[in-house]
């Protein structure tokens, strides 16, 4: 048990589709992230929140939009994704500058 | 930028140690942390290096030479449970870890 829960832990959406990714953490860690993890690929950091404040996106493109309302719950609002997008989708916490990141389990998304 | 490098697979029998290796390519200090993940689920952490030198949590042991910009994960006593990918990750302190591309492990018996 790592503490991060998310919702839902699958999810089939099409391209004009709306959706949102729910993460909730209740430790009172600081620094809240989402990863990407694609098929034969390394874990892609998307986006990085410390302390309510988003200090990283790593090039993501616009249709993914991350939300962060408090300490507790990190959002990834999807809207007219593409086939290619379909992954996992993992967040994760951490206390700010700390080196031990605590993953929840994920959600798995596919794009029809 | 930065990058990893890792064996993408490694293949071993029940009881035997294996080394999962990883170095990488960075422009500043980092430290070297492991993750281990099994299918389907979250990788979860394994050990962390801020320094040189060598780690040891029961059965795992962690290694990281700053100055080679290496490190690895040793298994010993190895069991079935232990067939997972192994993810080298790489940050610094206030950042975000980049992670490697995984190592498949597959443990027979």
């Known amino acids: 048990e790592t503490g991060v829960t998310q919702t839902p832990r699958h999810l089939v959406m099409g391209m004009t589709n709306k959706k949102s990714l729910k993460c909730e953490q209740h430790?009172?860690?600081?620094?809240m992230y989402w990863y990407k993890q694609s098929a034969k690929k390394p874990l892609e950091l998307m986006f990085v929140?410390?302390?309510?404040?988003?200090?990283e996106n790593n090039s993501v493109p616009s249709r993914f939009s991350p939300e962060c309302p408090n300490s507790s719950h990190l959002f990834l609002h999807l809207h007219t994704l593409q086939p290619e997008d379909s992954a996992l989708y993992l967040c994760?916490?951490?206390?700010?500058?700390?080196?031990?990141?605590?993953f929840g389990s994920g959600t798995q998304l596919s794009v029809l | 930028g930065q990058s990893l490098e890792q064996p993408s697979e490694v293949t071993a029998v029940e009881g035997a140690i294996v080394q999962i290796n990883c170095t990488y390519q960075?422009?500043?200090?980092?430290?070297l942390s492991w993750y281990q993940q099994h299918d389907g689920g979250a990788p979860t952490f394994l050990s962390y290096?801020?320094?040189?030198g060598l780690e040891e949590t029961g059965r795992f042991s962690s290694f990281h030479s700053r100055s080679e910009s290496y490190g690895y994960l040793l298994l010993q006593e190895l069991q079935m449970k232990d067939s997972a990918s192994y993810f080298c990750a790489v940050g610094q302190a206030g950042t975000a870890l980049i992670f490697g591309k995984g190592t498949t492990l597959s443990v027979s018996s």
């Open positions: 290096n801020g320094l040189d």
């Open positions: 929140y410390n302390f309510k404040e988003q200090t």
């Open positions: 994760a916490r951490s206390q700010v500058g700390g080196e031990k990141l605590f």
């Open positions: 960075t422009s500043g200090f980092y430290g």
């Open positions: 430790l009172g860690h600081n620094a």
